[in-house]
């Protein structure tokens, strides 16, 4: 379990020391957030909702699931797991509770991410298993896709709205 802490820790070490040196990595990972919050923003636009939600942490995520119709309790999923997988890395516990704890708030996070970007495709139409992959590997260039191209949001996939749709 050591070797997973450090291969957890590893990315941001790696980038600290050679942002250090070279300017260009946080220029990258400006731009990278920018287009993760400009995908946001597009699609919650071609969605009805508002834009300006994309910026704001908690809204944010709460927004994206009411894309699917998801209720807002369940950004619990998402906002719970990384503080704690982060304070045990970081403090280095490698007791067993903390192993535990930490290999499953990483594992039902990956899971509820992976289900609710596949969800995110059905609601947008794209039913392919090549959608379903590309939407796991690029998540952000992947919705900022979705928000530029001329796939229409098919409404929630959960929800009263859901109901009237499949009857009608």
Same mark, same amino acid.
Not at 31 to 43: E, K, S, T, Y
Not at 65 to 80: D, E, H, N, T, V
Not at 113 to 127: D, P, Q
């Given at each position: ?6 291969? +957890? ?7 600290? =020391? ?13 731009? /990278?957030?920018? !287009? ?11 969605? %009805? +909702?508002?834009?300006?939600? %994309?910026?704001?942490? #908690?809204?944010? #995520?709460?927004?994206? +699931? ?7 309790? =369940?950004? /619990?999923? +998402? ?32 899971? !509820?991410?992976?289900? #609710?970007?596949?969800?995110? &495709?059905? &609601? ?12 796991? /590997?690029?998540?952000? /260039? ?7 191209? %001329? ?15 499949? %009857?009608?």
């Amino acid at each position: 379990m050591e070797q997973l802490h450090t291969l +957890l820790k590893l990315p941001f070490i790696e980038f600290y =020391q050679y942002a250090g040196n070279n300017e260009f990595l946080w220029v990258l990972l400006g731009l /990278l957030i920018a !287009f993760g919050i400009l995908g946001q923003w597009v699609l919650y636009y071609k969605c %009805s +909702l508002p834009g300006v939600a %994309s910026i704001i942490p #908690v809204w944010n #995520v709460v927004i994206f +699931l009411k894309i699917m119709g998801r209720p807002a309790w =369940q950004s /619990l999923f +998402l906002m719970i797991p990384p503080p704690i997988i982060a304070y045990i890395v970081l403090t280095g516990d490698h007791s067993m509770a903390a192993n535990v704890t930490m290999v499953a708030m990483m594992t039902i996070m990956a899971i !509820f991410i992976a289900t #609710v970007y596949i969800e995110l &495709c059905n &609601c947008f139409g794209k039913r392919g298993i090549v959608n379903y992959i590309l939407v796991i /590997l690029f998540n952000g /260039l992947y919705v900022m896709y979705l928000g530029m191209s %001329s796939a229409e949001y098919e409404g929630p996939l959960y929800g009263p709205k859901a109901f009237k749709a499949a %009857s009608a």
